[in-house]
């Protein structure tokens, strides 16, 4: 019984948390970082490369189903490696500089929640 009392306990405070996010609250306090959101250089690079590492293992796998050849699936993922990654690290950095769909950092009125 106490353990079931726990858990109601918990679930009430998740709902209350719900609501109050759901009335305009934000979840977490942006005051650390200045406002909206920002990502560190090292960050865009690191995701830019691993969304490489991901994309390349993806046309990999799918370039050596095709040809059969090692060889042939390596140059293709290593021809595009470096120069994709390098564009993708420019697109994050640019995207952190603007301020495309960052509007009070909450949903609007209009915009409404997935449900889970």
Avoid: C, H
Wanted: hydrophobic letters at 40%.
């Amino acid at each position: 019984m106490e353990k079931l009392n726990e858990y109601e306990r918990s679930l009430s405070n998740l709902q209350t948390k719900k609501q109050e996010y759901l009335n305009g609250g934000s979840l977490a306090s942006s005051d650390k970082m200045g406002g909206n959101f920002s990502e560190t250089t090292l960050r865009s690079a690191v995701k830019a490369f691993l969304w490489r590492v991901v994309a390349g293992s993806v046309t990999f796998v799918t370039s050596l189903q095709f040809s059969g050849s090692f060889a042939t699936a390596l140059s293709i993922v290593g021809s595009d490696f470096f120069s994709k990654a390098f564009t993708m690290f420019i697109g994050e950095r640019l995207m952190n500089k603007s301020q495309a769909g960052r509007k009070s950092g909450r949903m609007g009125p209009d915009e409404v929640l997935p449900k889970l």
